[in-house]
């Protein structure tokens, strides 16, 4: 084991970090407010000797939110102290150092030596130097709590991103119990790993089932929805994409995407116009990955051009048919990361029609065996 690191023992928490926390780094874990980044360090860090400082809520809050959970925190030490230069003496006078110190969240916390309010721009760039160095001196690991804006920023234009070593996003829509941990920034391990947990009644289940946001029918076949394979680090996952083409009645079509990058739909359905003669232009066009998660990896392009056609066409989708791939500008099916990995795992998994650069070279192809 790399006594570099201190473990938490929840390994899909680990599995992002790079198998733990450095010793003395920083790490900022961040995401809408209520998304769970408490719940997740409650549990991540339960056997841990933990230096809990929360400007959040109270000691008595955060232990009963503990209770809950009918999580034991007795190796955890709670403080409100929110200035700084009081939170770092603090640590360094004491004799028994803890594993990890927590600040939660870091828009509550403010330096004597800044004449602006908590939560401002100078602020955060004050403390945060302050708890770095304070990392580096004694070799604690500690993790600062951090909310984003509605655009997606912490705490303003990617205030802290630079400064710490680690920027971990916990994201997932409020109305899915899904939730996914990925790494944005990792100086020490990968940032194509992610972590994913289902939010349930005794708090955050961890989840190692690579079918884990498809629909539980997977005998349900309607038209506009289709399964993807990517890879997610070093394992494969499986989505479930929904399209839907609605007849359009304005002038300018709508197009509402969500969990998949917005341009990159925009450059599928150019190619689909300019491959297969489809007028796109006579449809209103949504997007969706199930799940409430965003799926990056261009494999899942093939899948995405399967559910626009299928909704399009009302062609109904085996159950068993897995979609790979990525789609050029030219119309072309090209192999991605992970490609043998991801079809090995489909074939275990039981789907019986694998669409693939191996078996389907381009969308003209793609769209005469969907036809069939």
């Known amino acids: 084991m790399d006594n570099r690191r201190v473990p938490t023992g929840m390994f899909e928490f680990d599995r992002v970090l790079g198998g733990g926390m450095v010793k003395g780094s920083v790490v900022l874990v961040t995401g809408e407010p209520g998304v769970g980044k408490s719940t997740l360090l409650l549990q991540g860090l339960k056997n841990l000797a933990t230096l809990y400082i929360s400007g959040e809520e109270s000691a008595e809050q955060v232990k009963d939110r503990a209770d809950r959970l009918k999580l034991q925190l007795s190796s955890f ?8 230069e009081g939170i770092v003496n603090g640590i360094e006078s004491m004799k028994q150092k803890p594993d990890v110190v927590v600040i939660d969240s870091i828009q509550t ?3 004597n030596d800044v004449d602006s309010p908590p939560g401002t721009v100078t602020q955060l760039r004050e403390a945060t130097a302050k708890l770095i160095r304070l990392a580096k001196e004694t070799g604690i690991p500690i993790i600062i709590v951090g909310h984003v804006t509605k655009e997606g920023d912490i705490a303003g234009p990617k205030t802290l991103e630079h400064m710490v070593d680690a920027v971990l ?5 409020r109305i899915s119990n899904f939730r996914v941990l990925r790494a944005n920034k990792n100086r020490f391990g990968s940032t194509d790993e992610i972590g994913i947990f289902e939010m349930i009644d005794a708090g955050l289940a961890q989840i190692d089932n690579p079918l ?4 539980t029918d997977r005998n349900l076949q309607v038209p506009g929805k289709s399964i993807v394979g990517v890879m997610e680090g070093k394992r494969p996952l499986f989505f479930e994409i929904q399209a839907l083409a609605s007849p359009s009645f304005l002038s300018m079509p709508r197009r509402v995407v969500k969990g998949v990058d917005y341009n990159k739909v925009l450059l599928l359905l150019a190619v689909l116009q300019k491959n297969l003669n489809l007028s796109l232009s006579k449809y209103d066009l949504f997007v969706n990955v199930v799940g409430g998660v965003n799926v990056k990896s ?3 392009d093939l899948g995405i051009v399967a559910a ?4 399009i066409k009302s062609i109904s989708l085996s159950s068993q048919t897995m979609f790979s791939g990525e789609v050029g500008l030219l119309g072309e099916i090209r192999s991605v990361y992970g490609q043998t990995k991801i079809l090995k795992e489909a074939k275990r998994l039981r789907f019986t029609h694998i669409f693939s650069y191996e078996n389907c070279n381009t969308v003209q192809e793609l769209y005469r065996s969907l036809g069939k």
């Not at 884990?212 to 629909?215: E, L, M, P, T």
């Not at 626009?308 to 909704?311: F, M, T």
């Open 77 to 84: 030490l709670f403080s409100d102290t929110l200035q700084v």
């Open 169 to 173: 996003y916990f994201e997932g829509e």
């Open 298 to 300: 261009t494999a899942a």
């Open 308 to 311: 626009i056609i299928s909704s």
């Open 212 to 215: 884990a946001f498809i629909n």
């Open 109 to 111: 916390i403010y330096s």
